[in-house]
């Protein structure tokens, strides 16, 4: 069978992994870029950890995986009826199965500003842009920001927050600088952080975020920013460090071939018992517009429920009706100390932070073997040399 993998994250990989197994199985994997991107992690790479726990090759995934066939190639359209995708190449890839997995992009939402003088944590390009400014700041020009930013209290957000002081002081040390105050604001439209969280777990959050310095503002909207300054609530702060972590939408992909599909009203895509949007065209992960889409879990979930599925066709089976499962949720709120949930438990502190390096664990063992997986995972306690970072200079 013929199957075409359209997005080389958690749902992609893992769905390929799983086909891969039936040796009649030809899987093209098609993708925008060269490597897997452990979202969970990219936080603490902008923090100045190890871009080894963020970024993992497709090829080292794959290696000796002989029906697997990576294609660097950039979807543009599908033809349910010819049974095609179309990349930017020009090409058209034929399936029997296509499995849909592109994920999320970042959106602004239209505050006027916000494109040109906002960094981001979504991608290798944009940790490694943020990186460059931090140091050439403080190592070259030995300035601190009056403020840094730091806007969305969500799970990535709280995250970067918690981190950010330390990293910079870090950098001050090595540059020799006076030990300085270091202010991080958190910003959040909504009434409190990790709104997504129960009340109790998110006054515990704030109360630790205060203990690291972080100064929060919550029910603030941002209106606008500029280079020298960022408008909250109609009021400004200057700041030349502002750190978008809040806006994603599903993948334009999807809009741009609206004649294929049918979306919930969050933009998400409608998929069947099956996670089918149109025949043999399955939609799975951040892209699906399922009761837990947008979590790491989720998309693994999704993947082996729909390559599951496909070998039991394979074999002539009756296939299974899909099953959303709620996954648990771990927060990491600065060194050794994090927020754990799940159907009504909670813990706060070091055994949460336990549970989160297991999962991290787990997460890269899902899609490497055990030596790489166990390599990735001890990355993230190697702190990396930013100095590299002159060598390539690329300033807003």
């Known amino acids: 069978m013929n199957i075409t993998i359209v997005g080389g994250g958690f749902g992609g990989v893992r769905a390929a992994l799983k086909l891969a197994k039936d040796k009649t199985n030809r899987i093209t994997l098609i ?31 794959f290696a000796g995986i002989a029906n697997i066939k990576v294609k660097i190639d950039p979807i543009t359209a599908i033809h349910p009826d010819e049974k095609t995708v179309e990349a930017e190449s020009g090409k058209k890839y034929h399936y029997d199965k296509c499995i849909l997995a592109l994920g999320v992009v970042t959106t602004y939402f239209g505050i006027p500003g916000l494109d040109d003088y906002a960094y981001g944590i979504k991608s290798y390009d944009e940790v490694m842009e943020l990186k460059r400014h931090l140091y050439e700041a403080i190592m070259e020009q030995r300035q601190l920001d009056k403020h840094y930013v730091v806007i969305g209290a969500g799970a990535t957000g709280v995250e970067l927050a918690a981190a950010l002081g330390s990293y910079i002081k870090l950098l001050c040390r090595k540059s020799g600088m006076k030990e300085q105050r270091v202010r991080v604001n958190l910003i959040e439209a909504a009434p409190r952080v990790l709104p997504k969280m129960s009340k109790q777990t998110s006054e515990r959050v704030r109360r630790r975020l205060r203990k690291l310095g972080v100064s929060i503002q919550t029910s603030k909207r941002v209106e606008s920013a500029t280079a020298d300054e960022i408008m909250i609530g109609g009021k400004p702060l200057k700041s030349h460090t502002i750190i978008w972590t809040s806006g994603v939408m599903n993948h334009p992909f999807y809009k741009n071939n609206a004649a ?29 517009a399922t009761p837990y889409t947008g979590l790491a879990q989720t998309a693994l979930h999704d993947a082996l429920f729909v390559a599951k599925n496909i070998l039991r066709e394979n074999r002539g089976r009756e296939r299974k ?25 909670r813990l706060y502190g070091w055994m949460a932070a336990i549970i989160r390096r297991a999962a991290d664990f787990i997460g890269y063992n899902d899609i490497l073997p055990l030596g790489q997986a166990l390599g990735v995972w001890r990355a993230s306690r190697v702190m990396e040399d930013d100095s590299f970072l002159l060598k390539a200079r690329q300033k807003k």
């Open 260 to 288: 294929n599909f049918t979306f919930a009203p969050n933009g998400r895509v409608e998929v069947d018992q099956y996670m089918q949007a149109a025949e043999d065209v399955y939609v799975i992960g951040d892209n699906a």
């Open 31 to 61: 993708t925008d870029k060269p490597d897997f991107q452990y979202y969970p992690a990219l936080y603490s790479a902008a923090t100045g950890h190890s871009h080894l726990e963020s970024w993992v090759p497709l090829t080292k995934i």
């Open 321 to 345: 009706e899909y099953k959303a499962v709620q996954p648990p949720v771990v927060v990491p709120v600065g060194d050794r100390w994090a927020v754990f949930e799940w159907h009504g438990i």
